[in-house]
């Protein structure tokens, strides 16, 4: 228990420390085409499904590390990841641009990662995961609920 206590005081201070040490200044953020979502995310026609199966057949470690967290969360945050994922998938570019843009400059926008912070890896956290997976998610089934079922 002191342990966190000494390890929380020393980030307060490592924090405080770059605080101070930053040049004074407004800071802005704003999303770019790759930042906080890969591009290849934001312009994809490939339904959630689809992209899961490719992923899981093109880069599977990173698969399993998902859906092992996916399976250790309470079936209410793993029924809202599905939900929150299948929703940005159908929003159009635009829109999916929007998000990226309110999640780069809103730490509160995703009400999501409040209930889970890694929600979403698998989509938006590798550009390399998801540049393989939307080479060839559109030559996967459309609709395929077994992607949400994996065991160890």
Not at 59 to 74: A, L
Not at 76 to 103: C, H, K, M, P
Not at 125 to 148: E, I, L, Q, R
Request: hydrophobic residues 40%; glycine residues 6%; contains cysteine.
């Amino acid at each position: 228990m002191w342990i966190r206590k000494v390890r929380a005081g020393l980030a307060v201070a490592a924090t405080a420390a770059g605080l101070l040490a930053a040049p004074a200044g407004v800071a802005g953020a704003d999303a770019t085409d790759n930042y906080p979502i890969p591009n290849r995310i934001l312009k994809t026609t490939c339904t959630v499904d689809q992209y899961m199966a490719a992923a899981r057949d093109t880069s599977p470690v990173y698969y399993e590390r998902y859906m092992i967290d996916y399976n250790n969360r309470p079936l209410d945050v793993q029924q809202g990841a599905r939900d929150r994922i299948n929703w940005f998938f159908s929003l159009d570019y635009a829109g999916r641009r929007q998000y990226s843009e309110n999640t780069a400059t809103n730490v509160y926008f995703e009400q999501m990662a409040t209930r889970w912070g890694n929600w979403a890896k698998l989509f938006f956290n590798n550009k390399g995961v998801v540049a393989h997976a939307t080479d060839v998610c559109n030559t996967y089934p459309v609709t395929d609920p077994s992607v949400w079922t994996w065991m160890q």
